[in-house]
């Protein structure tokens, strides 16, 4: 049986030998049918991989850079984004929603920041900028896709560190965030210990099952013989 003593080994493990399919395939055995984020979401390119624990972060739209209202937090320029930046910690990923897809909400000294801060990723339910920034720093970032429109004067965080939702997803503090080049899924932390032992396992017998239709075992022998397909 697969052991990990602390997170560090625990997304190590998850980055080098699970993918997001088969962590999605316990979810739904398990009864969780709704844990992958919009198929929009796509990291910005093929090879990243993303593998940590939910620090959301709230946005709402603005319609000006400052506000005189009555919320001082529309005062601030960016809201509390650069609060929530200063407090990622380790192995925690960005995971920002709430703002209409008009603008980015991720960019590259955001994710330089980041990255510096021990951060395991960023998720974007929108868009990101600098991309070619954020290729050289190779840091896993996920959104819609590339657009440099800025959030300044369109969009403010709001709060942090408080459950969310990503249509339909909720994503709670600390929940596991896993993505690579077919989506981005929420294993949530009640049950993240089972999930990750059971996606192992299949995932290893994925390659026993490659391994011998590769040796000419038929589709209907290797699926009787070991229940993956």
Request: net charge negative.
């Amino acid at each position: 049986m697969i052991e990990w003593k602390n997170d560090d080994e625990l997304f190590e493990l998850m980055r080098s030998e699970m993918y997001s399919a088969v962590i999605g395939d316990i979810l739904d055995k398990m009864g969780y049918f709704h844990q992958f984020l919009p198929q929009k979401i796509q990291p910005v390119n093929s090879k990243m991989v993303v593998a940590g624990r939910a620090m959301t972060v709230l946005e709402a739209d603005a319609f000006e850079e400052l506000s005189n209202g009555q919320n001082p937090i529309m005062k601030k320029p960016f809201g509390l984004m650069l609060e929530a930046l200063d407090d990622l910690k380790k192995n925690e990923v960005y995971i920002c929603t709430g703002a209409s897809p008009s603008y980015a909400l991720v960019g590259e000294l955001m994710c330089t920041r980041m990255q510096i801060l021990g951060a395991a990723g960023a998720v974007a339910n929108g868009f990101h900028r600098d991309t070619n920034g954020i290729e050289e720093l190779k840091f896993p970032c996920f959104s819609y896709g590339r657009y440099a429109q800025d959030q300044a004067p369109r969009g403010k965080v709001i709060d942090f560190r408080v459950p969310v939702e990503i249509e339909g997803v909720r994503i709670n503090p600390g929940d596991i965030i896993f993505g690579d080049l077919e989506g981005v899924l929420v294993i949530p932390k009640a049950v993240e210990a089972e999930v990750i032992r059971r996606a192992y396992e299949k995932a290893m017998g994925e390659k026993m099952v490659a391994e011998a239709i590769k040796g000419g075992m038929g589709a209907k022998e290797s699926f009787d013989k070991y229940g993956i397909m």
